[in-house]
């Protein structure tokens, strides 16, 4: 593959017109970083989810695959297969336009020395190198055959960031401290390794999502005894870290709806509509809920929205209505549904507040608090401890 004879370059200038239009690009240094990287070179394929479930590959002789490579879109790179026989999404090329959305939060200079969480592609890495430099860009991933081909890829262009294989949660203490971290992979907790390799000043921007769709974009600076900052006020979602470099447990999800407790419900059956009560629930939820969905006996259907918690405790939404009321059976320790209305309520009673009114405080112990306007409100929410790491 020749990167120089292809038309890629008007490619990527549309690409960074595409993410200026979207009032997303706005420095010229980002800009000429996104115009030298050639994003193909980090996507020689990607994989496209079929309406059957199955999964097409596009690689570098398939029909419009440049085309696609610049678009602003994320685009799936790597799968994996699980005991069960089943594939599942083990790391991406991020949507530019949200990749270029963390990189001008982050305020970055060109003195900075940034750490990355999640290399994947390689594609970020190169974008901070080409604005940085070789030495100031250190990026990290679980997964040694990503970050040997992120190399490779870089390599090719004559870029040299520091890469290793590494669990992020950990950071890369023997190069801290670091100017910014920006992790790539969402986090049930932000581990505080990353504010102990940060300098006092500094900033971390991480996906913190305590489970499923609860959560978002968080800008972080470190004082002394805490990180602290605002959620960003567009949401975005990243996949999940993962302990190791192997395809996550299937999710099993072993409940006879008909033997829960019932209710009804007016609130929709998804966490993704909606996501700051879905968040504010955490603080009386067990972390890391699973979601997902369960048939009818002996049909192909979704007949429920299922949410588990690892205290055993479910609930289950009916995904059909009747006169606007959902069916909910819950049983267990916790109740799922229960807590999530009410945390609902309160949203809704605090006048449904936007993601751009609320923070997080987080401090050594682990422990994270939510906030509403700032810091010392009287309106807050401390999340129950998880692990930094995954479930
Ligand atoms: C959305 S992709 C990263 C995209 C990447 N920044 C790019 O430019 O292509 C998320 C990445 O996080 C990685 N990841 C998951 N768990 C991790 C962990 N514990 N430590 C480091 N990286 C991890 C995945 O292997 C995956 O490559």
Redesign the pocket.
């Known amino acids: 593959m020749t990167v120089t004879t292809t038309p890629w370059r008007l490619h990527a200038q549309q690409l960074a017109d595409d993410i200026t239009t979207d009032g997303v690009l706005r420095s010229p240094q980002w800009r000429a970083a996104l115009e030298a990287v050639p994003r193909h070179v980090?996507?020689p394929r990607f994989y496209t989810q079929q309406p059957d479930g199955r999964w097409r590959e596009t690689c570098t002789e398939s029909p419009g695959w440049l085309d696609e490579v610049y678009r602003n879109q994320?685009l799936i790179?790597?799968l994996a297969t699980t005991a069960r026989g089943n594939q599942v999404t083990?790391?991406?090329?991020?949507k530019p336009g949200l990749?270029i959305r963390m990189l001008e939060a982050l305020d970055i200079d060109d003195s900075h020395r940034v750490l990355?969480?999640?290399?994947?592609?390689?594609?970020?890495?190169?974008?901070l190198s080409q604005r940085l430099g070789d030495e100031q860009v250190y990026?990290?991933?679980?997964?040694a055959d990503?970050v040997d081909a992120?190399r490779t890829r870089l390599h090719e262009l004559g870029l040299r960031p520091t890469l290793a294989v590494?669990?992020?949660?950990d950071g890369l203490a023997g190069h801290a401290p670091f100017d910014r971290i920006i992790?790539?992979?969402s986090v049930p907790a932000i581990p505080w390794a990353w504010a102990e390799q940060v300098r006092e000043g500094g900033l971390v921007l991480a996906d913190l999502k305590r489970s499923v769709h609860a959560g978002n974009l968080v800008l972080l600076a470190r004082h002394a005894d805490r990180l602290e900052g605002r959620f960003l006020p567009r949401w975005a979602g990243?996949?999940?870290?993962?302990?190791t470099?192997t395809a996550p447990p299937d999710q099993r999800i072993n409940l006879t709806p008909e033997d829960g407790d019932q209710s009804t419900t007016a609130l929709p059956p998804h966490p993704w509509e909606s996501l700051i009560p879905w968040m504010l629930a955490q603080a009386h939820l067990p972390p890391q809920l699973k979601f997902g969905y369960r048939g009818a006996a002996g049909t192909g259907g979704h007949q429920w929205a299922v949410f588990t918690a690892s205290d055993g405790s479910w609930c289950a939404v009916s995904m059909e209505s009747h006169d606007g009321r959902r069916d909910v059976r819950q049983l267990g320790p916790t109740r799922i549904w229960d807590e999530f209305e009410k945390a609902h309520h309160h949203w809704l009673a605090l006048g449904q507040p936007g993601w751009e009114r609320f923070g997080a405080t987080v401090t050594a112990d682990g422990t994270h608090r939510l906030w509403l306007d700032q810091p010392n409100s009287a309106h807050c929410w401390t999340l129950t401890t998880a692990s930094t790491?995954?479930a």
């Open positions: 980090f996507v994320p790179t790597a083990v790391s991406s090329s991020t990749m990355e969480i999640g290399t994947g592609t390689g594609y970020n890495a190169g974008l990026s990290v991933d679980i997964a990503l992120a590494a669990h992020g949660g992790a790539t992979c990243f996949m999940a870290i993962r302990d470099d790491h995954a």
